[in-house]
């Protein structure tokens, strides 16, 4: 069993709706990490969080540490925003990171 | 700008053959990774290294090797040995500032095939 689980797998969204995509994991923690990654392969940073809530533009992450479950939030979607979105934890013992599958994400003009 | 800068982009490999996959990085990072991404799954951790000449095995580390004679250089080479390598080859960074969480950084990817 993946020590992180993404939902859902795939997304197609309308342009301008509110999108969630759920990160849960089932580890201990020292932070986790939101990533997109464009059709050509490159991989962004979005958000690190270890607690709350973080806004960036039209993106905002959430992390609920007991519950063990993120979210991240795309407000006013756009066709720009389609793209592979993939959550990754570290774990509170040693540096590495684990990854899930990811959710693809299509937003229709 | 500062980076990483995977090369080749694109990298055909014959059965028998070994290739090596280039990373660089300007970012003054201590720590280096090199993930496999295959469709369905998540990256797996091939080797990682935190400080020049040390370097660990991740969690998929057969059939592969690695160096780490520079702080900015972390080459991935693909041995004969690897009998499945056809896959998209990410490489990371990040620093590693201790009580602090530093985001991985990443490349563009290589995508290795058999020809």
């Known amino acids: 069993k993946n020590e992180v689980e993404q939902s859902p797998q795939n997304l197609t969204a309308q342009e301008g709706e509110f999108i969630t995509i759920n990160c849960s994991y089932s580890v201990g923690i020292s932070a986790l990490h939101w990533l997109q990654q464009h059709p050509g392969g490159g991989i962004v940073s979005l958000f690190m969080?270890?607690?709350g809530k973080k806004k960036h533009g039209r993106l905002i992450a959430t992390i609920n540490i007991q519950e063990k479950h993120s979210s991240l939030h795309i407000t006013a979607s756009h066709p720009r925003d389609s793209a592979v979105y993939i959550c990754?934890?570290?774990?509170?013992?040693?540096?590495?990171?684990?990854f899930g599958t990811g959710t693809s994400l299509t937003v229709i003009p | 700008d500062g980076g990483i800068t995977q090369s080749p982009k694109y990298l055909f490999r014959k059965e028998g053959q070994n290739v090596t996959l280039s990373c660089e990085q300007n970012l003054n990072h201590d720590a280096m990774y090199w993930y496999r991404q295959d469709p369905g799954q998540g990256l797996r951790l091939i080797y990682y290294s935190q400080i020049v000449n040390d370097f660990q095995k991740g969690d998929i580390a057969e059939g592969y090797s690695v160096s780490r004679e520079k702080k900015e250089s972390f080459p991935l080479t693909v041995t004969s040995a690897q009998k499945n390598p056809t896959a998209f080859y990410l490489c990371?960074?990040?620093?590693?500032?201790?009580?602090?969480?530093?985001?991985?950084?990443f490349g563009d990817g290589t995508r290795l095939s058999i020809l």
């Open positions: 990754a934890v570290r774990r509170n013992t040693g540096n590495q990171f684990y």
């Open positions: 990371a960074s990040s620093r590693l500032d201790r009580g602090s969480n530093q985001p991985q950084h």
């Open positions: 969080l270890s607690s």
